[in-house]
């Protein structure tokens, strides 16, 4: 079977550059940014997807934002970001495993496309 590609970054079996870590936690550069500022952080745990979240996994979404405002604060978006999760095929998940994108640096539009 082959590892989910988010636990191997998150185990730091690959050349990923961390951002952040800690014990629960990692946050790296989205491959194929969509934004000048566009991250992801990612529970270092399996979970599927915010779908999959139990309450008491729930805990960790504190810390998350937590994360994302400062990250995004360090590299100077103060005029605010976008969180996004995407949960399923139509949702847009291509990682099946749970992760925030943290995007800013460009004005994001609303509805999403
Ligand atoms: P999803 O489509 O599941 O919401 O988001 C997955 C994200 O992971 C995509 O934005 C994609 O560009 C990013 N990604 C996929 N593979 C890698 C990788 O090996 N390294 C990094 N840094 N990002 C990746
Ligand atoms: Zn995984």
Known sequence: MQECLFCSIAKGQTDTIFLYEDDELVAFRDISPQAPFHILIVPKAHMQSAATLTEDEG?????????????AAQDGYTNGYRIVTNVGEEGGQTVPHLHFHVLAGRNLGWPPG
């Open 59 to 71: 805990s960790i979404l504190g810390r998350v934002f937590n994360l994302a405002a400062r990250l």
